[in-house]
């Protein structure tokens, strides 16, 4: 299941996260700094960014989509067309 379908469904969750090197935690802090909020804030909003861009990847990948299928069909209505206008008026 896509993560569109889940967007009404909410739960809030408990996650710990064990073994993170020191040196890694030491830069998470300095950018949660950076941006005033406290380590878990930053990691929230670090999460949600990921889980933001999935979804627009989901979006992109289904406008491709349709913007293939589209594609396709006009070159199908061209060629019937120059078929229809060649039968009509001959070779143009």
Known sequence: MSYQKRK????????KIRDIPDEQLIVIDDL?????????AYLRT???????QKILTEVEEHF??????????LEETDRLFMQIME???GDT
């Open 8 to 15: 009404g469904w909410q739960q809030l969750a408990y996650t």
């Open 32 to 40: 949660a700094k950076q941006k005033h909020l406290s380590r878990e």
């Open 87 to 89: 039968k009509l008026y």
């Open 64 to 73: 491709n989509e349709i913007v293939a299928k589209v594609t396709r069909k």
């Open 46 to 52: 670090v999460v949600e960014q990921l889980f933001e």
